[in-house]
């Protein structure tokens, strides 16, 4: 790993070090009003709140992700130059999509939503590697905010049979959610290598709300701006500010780069249907 993406990783850990260190220090009675202000980001005016909708929900975004990295796998354009490990990455992140894809399938039974009749058209997403890559960060990215922004929304009840298995629906989500996260560090340590075009500006995480060429609405707060803030957000926990807040100076960057933020249905939908046709 590079000395530069180590310097920022030693920042990244440290400002989270300092969050457990000033949390201890926090009056008792102030927790709830924090812890509060931290969770209920993921509540405010989504659209969905039967948990069927919002599994059918998942399921189409997962539905999405699967074809494009199935239909990138079988991309004439990219065959050249999608090979060895990242070649194998991307057939892996593939495998989770599906599985992603079956789990939901089966949770929901009759209640699952058939999917799009005539597919996804990702248009010129293929036409090249680094046109590919942007446009995986972003599906990606968009994911991970999409599971954040409906975690509150998903009763911790919810314990249907899958496979003859009870499982809690909740914990699948949140299991899914970090999995997201994880092919999207994948996806933008592709890009920093020669064949995207050693772009070493682009980290594992989001610094701030910058997009790297993907679509800046991903990365940009939903609605209402208050619930679902951009990326680029400083605020949390009820503080107004983490950069000077903690007892030590953090870059904007670092201190964003911290927190992910959950994004309403609306504005992720919005963004798929911009990305494919369906």
Do not use: C
């Not at 069927?52 to 354009?77: G, P, W």
């Not at 959610?177 to 999207?184: I, K, L, P, T």
């Not at 070493?200 to 060429?213: L, Q």
């Amino acid at each position: 790993m590079d000395p530069e993406l180590m310097d920022r990783l030693s920042h990244r850990r440290s400002a989270l070090s300092m969050l457990g260190d000033i949390s201890k220090k926090m009056a008792l009675a102030a927790a709830p009003i924090a812890i509060g202000s931290a969770f209920n980001k993921a509540m405010a005016q989504n659209t969905l709140t039967n948990p069927n909708d919002i599994l059918n929900y998942a399921l189409l975004l997962e539905r999405l992700e699967f074809s494009f990295y199935d239909q990138a796998l079988k991309a004439a354009t990219l065959t050249p130059v999608l090979t060895g490990v990242d070649r194998a990455a991307i057939e892996t992140i593939r495998t989770h999509e599906l599985a992603h894809v079956n789990l939901l399938t089966a949770a929901l039974g009759s209640a699952a939503a058939p999917a799009p009749a005539n597919g996804f058209d990702f248009k010129g997403a293929f036409a090249t590697y680094d046109g590919f890559l942007t446009t995986a960060q972003a599906l990606e990215d968009t994911g991970v905010r999409a599971y954040k922004g409906q975690a509150n929304n998903i009763p911790r009840t919810l314990n249907p049979t899958v496979g003859g298995t009870v499982v809690n629906l909740l914990t699948v989500a949140l299991q899914i959610h970090s999995v997201e996260a994880r092919h999207a560090a994948r996806i933008r340590y592709m890009r920093r290598g020669a064949t995207a075009g050693n772009q070493t500006t682009i980290f594992p995480w989001i610094n701030n709300a910058e997009a790297n060429g993907a679509p800046a609405v991903v990365y940009g707060a939903g609605n209402p701006a208050a619930t679902f803030p951009a990326e680029s957000n400083l605020a949390q926990g009820g503080i107004a500010n983490l950069t000077t807040a903690l007892g030590a100076t953090y870059s904007a960057a670092d201190v964003s780069a911290a927190f992910d933020e959950g994004l309403d249905n609306t504005t992720v939908t919005a963004i798929a249907r911009a990305t494919a046709n369906f």
